[in-house]
């Protein structure tokens, strides 16, 4: 298999080439190590795992030499984002502060994929602390992530590295964290699938470990599968969780929910792209239910801000305390790199959310999550369907940021606040949400579509996602 076979492959096809030898553990870890490499410029990965990467393939390959039964995810690299713990490999956050860290061990998620024989072929970068969604980080070992499909524009963010880089074929699939968008805007802008599994209100419907992880908000946070099919990011999954792989769902018959308030406001190039893939679904026989939910966005507004900017005053002093950091919060502050991460790090030191949090958490979070729980019982649908952002990735910004865009030629927004428009509900009621490609802008650039679904209903979403992904198809290649 010559190296454009291999940089084809995804996850469950590199697995699948392994295990009956049509592909040796070390010739492909060569092979991406040398892609990375190649691609350096695109500043996606803060740190390359050759030497143990290459270790685990040559083992990996020996078990199968000897005749000995391989995991699932045999000879399986991966990129996992640098804020998820790596033993014996650094992890920064993508802040200077941290950025001599080397845990003792790796964190719970990726444990269980090592366990399976994955492999990690190095750490993604990020928006600094991931607090922000362009991944236009000033770190200096960190640099601006790029676009595979666009090198001036952004990745998406935080876990844009690793989006990137499945977009890139540096790895077939990699681990990313969301809180607020950071799984699914990267998955969106990169033309790959990402799923954020169910946290609902903590403890057995948080789906997945969120220790070894630096965190934002224990409410919010959670590690989630990438890949470029949806096949990929179940299989993740299904090893993360010991559960069963699925199968696709039947389409025809499927009640969907396509509320008009995620729909409206949208760039005009996401309304024609989204706008496609919604006949196509209908035409696969998707019924399409257009009830609204109205006042959605300003329950989340309520919500997600005073949790995201309060709670790490609680979860990260743990974390440094945990890991035996020896370090405090004030001095992460103090050696941001990122001009919009300082200003909003020095927000949550100040603790400028203390007053809003009880009410955030108490009265308008319980009312968010009834609102949407109330919708799917009434309505009687499966999941909601809309466009993961309502714009196209904005252009990096070197100077600061990329904290500003322009939307059809208007002037300046927010990026973050209008890239997250659509993301932010689907957190502040902690359940899943799966994103799939939905076709291409006419300059190029991919245009997601999210799939959201009630706590718990993460394998039903999987299965929804892999007949619709049969409809709407993969994203191409990027052309680099």
Known sequence: MDCEEQLALTATEAVAAIRTGRLSAVAYVRTLLARAE??????LVITLNREGALAAAVEIDAARGAGRQLGPLAGLPLLVKDNINTRGLRTTGGTPALGGFVPGDDAPVLRRLLAAGAIVLGKANLHELALGITNTNFSPFAGFAKNPYGIDRIPGGSSGGTAASIAARIVPAGLGTDTGASVRLPAAFNGIVGLRPSVGNGGPERRYSDH????????????????????????????????????????????????????????????????????????AGVELVEVDMPDLLDRANQ????????????????YLQENG????MQDIAAEVASPDVRNLFQNVVDDVMAGAYPDAMNVYRPQIQQLV??????????ALLFPTAPVLPAPIDPVHGSGTMSVDGGPPVDTFITSVRNTAPGSC???????????????????????????????????IGMAMEQVLGRAPAPQI
């Not at 919500?303 to 743990?318: K, Y």
């Not at 799939?436 to 997601?448: N, W």
């Open 373 to 382: 729980g109330g919708y799917f019982v009434e309505q009687g649908v499966d």
């Open 303 to 318: 919500v997600i801000f005073p949790i995201a900017l309060h709670e790490p005053n609680i979860d990260m002093p743990r």
């Open 212 to 283: 070894g992880v630096l965190p934002l908000s224990h409410t919010l946070d959670t590690v989630g599968p990438m890949g470029r099919t949806v096949a990929d990011v179940a299989l993740l999954d299904a090893v993360v969780t010991g559960t069963n792989f699925v199968r696709p769902a039947r389409l025809e018959g499927l009640r969907i929910g396509v509320p008009p308030v995620l729909w409206n406001g949208l760039q005009m190039a996401v309304g024609e792209v989204a706008g496609a893939a919604k006949r196509r679904l209908a035409e």
């Open 38 to 43: 190649a691609l350096a410029d695109l500043h």
């Open 325 to 328: 950091l020896g370090l405090t």
């Open 429 to 463: 009621v902690g359940m899943p949400g799966l994103v799939l490609p939905g076709g291409m802008s006419g300059e190029g650039l991919p245009v997601g579509l999210s799939l959201e679904g009630p706590v718990g209903s993460d394998r039903r979403l999987l299965a």
